[in-house]
């Protein structure tokens, strides 16, 4: 090549997954390849069909490489698919037509735009008459209100309106204006004739000679008269309306025709309509792919990313192109671009990806918490919502909701109801009956009664859902700590509150309180809390200039003493408070268990009262009120644990979604 590669390193050869391959495999993330495709510009539109047809390219603007672009520039052509495709597209909205998949047409592009002329004239031949026929039925449907008011006037119209010295003046009167017509009985031209009545208002005319029209015009406006322009027609009102009624039925089927017409030529044609525009859409799409590309004088570069399990089958796509090169490299070999993101969780964990993505994408190279997620929410909904009956239907109800609305909380609440119906048998509830399952627990396990006892083991449940807590807390600091020795990002690893420092300091601190309090072991000696406690805390004091010189950084010392110590006390005492607050946020999971057996306690106190119809009708309406509302309380207070006291600890979240090309997907 004349000129060099948009980066240093270039691998022009695959032998296969790499290490880095492999850890993408384990984290759920799948490895992506930097790949670079160079050629002639005559070629440009073969690279990017394949490109777009492939579903495995995801593009780069390809001049974003370049740190000089001098010698570059962007190909920015006019696409000659937009105009026909827009005429076309036009046509088939006029024409009443759906757009809708179809194979495409295998004629020639001429023969395209011969085909899109000739149905855009039927269409709008046919839409123009339709429109036509829509106007004159409007018209017809104002003259005949018009007339109907005036169906009292027993005259010939034309009569009247070919007077040459008299004017005359139809319209409507208001019912106390007309009352005061009396005075001005001293002007004899002022005459108001009614025709009939409504509401307020009264239809007729008034007559006035030329000569003093002006005034009778000037002192009906007084009045508030509200002149109508009739259309000059012959014969009485009555005649009149008997043919404007027969004109409004033939209008009408007409406009049946019309619409008829209009209906089989879009059935006629449809079929190559929809295949014209299947395959232009296609051209429009695969040329408008161009921007992405670079040119250099009579080269081209298209820059992008490729995932590296699909990397040998988008080589062997590109390879019939002639005059073509293709170089991959590894992601990490350009640091100014951030590789996509294309989740592969394994099939149980798949339907959490929703919840994951309403956080944010995860950062290439950073653990997807999908795993996590799933395992953890479905745990913890289970434990706050623990009822046989209850849980098994929020699990038929997520599944209707999935089957037929393919609403992506559906698939969540699956396996979510089934965790409630495990825990409702911990709990020996069902439809918040607490004795239903006593001869199950005697007969599988020999047991009396139900293992857990809710309402008389209150304290137990809130400590232990603390404890959960406590180690859910351990296991995000944990995966903190490898995720950002993956990213080597070293101050957050060892030096943060959710790294290397604050684990010892958080675990340090459980560690030798439990010992102290429940175990009766002494282990809160001055050695232990100078190392344990104290020595770490201070380590997250100094987390910045610590991870300056860790990177190797020169300007590691803090600018002002005053200023980094006053800025860092309060921060570490914010970080304190974190660990306390974010610790006694599980409470909530054993104060939603409690919660539950109450509501449920006062279901079955309101059904006590009434016989056994109105029992039965209480204890239906109750517990679909408690599932509607307990359920969707439930699900976002999990939610809120997940977002808030684990992601927050791990969880950066600003990555970009794997998007590939592809001329079957709206961009």
Not at 185 to 212: H, I, Q, S, T
Request: glycine share 8%.
């Amino acid at each position: 090549m004349a000129w060099p590669p948009p980066t240093s390193k270039r691998c022009w050869s695959w032998a296969g997954i790499d290490d880095t391959e492999r850890e993408g495999f384990k984290l759920a993330i799948t490895t992506m390849k930097l790949v670079s495709i160079v050629g002639l510009m005559p070629y440009l539109d073969d690279v990017m069909q394949v490109c777009g047809e492939s579903g495995l390219f995801h593009p780069e603007d390809a001049l974003t490489f370049f740190s000089d672009t001098r010698d570059f520039s962007a190909v920015r052509e006019e696409n000659p698919y937009t105009e026909p495709i827009n005429r076309l597209k036009a046509a088939i909205a006029r024409i009443g037509g759906q757009i809708e998949e179809a194979p495409p047409s295998t004629k020639a592009p001429q023969d395209w735009l011969t085909y899109i002329q000739s149905f855009s004239d039927q269409a709008t031949a046919a839409a123009d008459r339709v429109t036509e026929l829509t106007g004159r039925q409007e018209a017809l449907v104002r003259d005949i209100g018009q007339f109907e008011h005036l169906k009292g006037l027993n005259v010939e119209l034309s009569s009247i309106l070919s007077c040459k010295n008299i004017k005359v003046r139809f319209g409507r009167l208001p019912a106390e204006s007309y009352d005061k017509l009396d005075l001005y009985g001293d002007n004899p031209y002022v005459l108001f004739f009614p025709a009939g009545r409504e509401k307020n208002y009264y239809w007729g005319m008034y007559f006035a000679p030329l000569e003093f029209a002006g005034d009778v015009d000037h002192i009906f406006s007084g009045l508030y008269f509200e002149r109508v322009h009739i259309p000059p027609m012959t014969g009485t009102v009555e005649e009149i309306l008997q043919r404007l009624h027969q004109e409004q039925e033939q209008a009408a089927r007409d406009m049946d025709e019309a619409r008829q017409a209009m209906a089989e030529i879009w059935e006629r044609e449809k079929a190559d309509c929809l295949a014209v525009w299947a395959a232009i859409h296609r051209k429009e799409y695969l040329f408008g792919l161009r921007r992405y590309a670079a040119r250099y004088h009579e080269e081209f570069i298209v820059t992008g990313w490729v995932p590296a399990p699909d990397q040998k089958r988008f080589e062997e796509m590109l390879a019939p192109i002639e005059s073509v090169s293709v170089t991959f490299e590894k992601a990490e070999a350009d640091t100014r671009h951030t590789p996509p993101v294309k989740l592969k969780n394994k099939a149980p964990f798949r339907p959490f990806e929703f919840l994951v993505d309403m956080y944010g994408v995860p950062r290439y190279g950073e653990v997807d918490p999908t795993g996590f997620v799933a395992v953890t929410y479905v745990l913890l909904f289970g434990i706050m919502f623990g009822d046989v009956g209850q849980g098994l239907l929020v699990s038929i109800v997520g599944w209707l909701m999935w089957k037929f609305k393919k609403m992506a909380i559906g698939r969540i609440l699956v396996p979510c109801g089934i965790s409630s119906a495990f825990f409702g048998v911990v709990y020996g509830s069902v439809f918040g009956f607490e004795n239903l399952l006593d001869p199950f627990y005697k007969a599988v396990f020999g047991l009396d009664e139900k293992p857990i006892d809710v309402m008389s083991s209150a304290t137990s449940i809130l400590l232990l859902s603390v404890a959960a807590g406590l180690v859910l807390i351990v296991i995000s600091m944990g995966i903190n700590i490898y995720s950002s020795l993956r990213r080597r990002d070293w101050e957050n690893a060892f030096f943060s509150a959710n790294g290397l420092a604050g684990f010892v300091f958080y675990v340090g601190l459980i560690a030798g309180c439990a010992c102290q309090l429940l175990l009766d072991i002494p282990l809160m000696t001055p050695v232990y809390i100078i190392l344990v406690l104290v020595l770490p805390l201070l380590v997250i004091f100094c987390k910045e200039p610590l991870g300056k010189l860790v990177a190797h950084d020169p300007d590691w010392k803090p600018q002002g003493i005053g200023e980094f110590i006053v800025q860092n006390f309060f921060e570490l005492f914010e970080t304190l408070l974190t660990y306390l607050s974010n610790t006694m946020s599980f409470l909530r999971v054993g104060a939603f268990v409690l919660v539950h057996a109450g509501m449920m306690l006062a279901v079955f106190a309101l059904a006590e009262p009434f016989g056994l119809m109105g029992h039965i009708v209480t204890m239906v309406l109750g517990n679909g009120i408690v599932i509607a509302m307990e359920a969707t309380l439930v699900a976002i207070q999990v939610m809120r644990l997940e977002f808030y006291e684990m992601f927050s600890r791990y969880y950066i979240g600003d990555g970009q979604t794997f998007r590939p090309l592809s001329v079957n997907a709206e961009e």
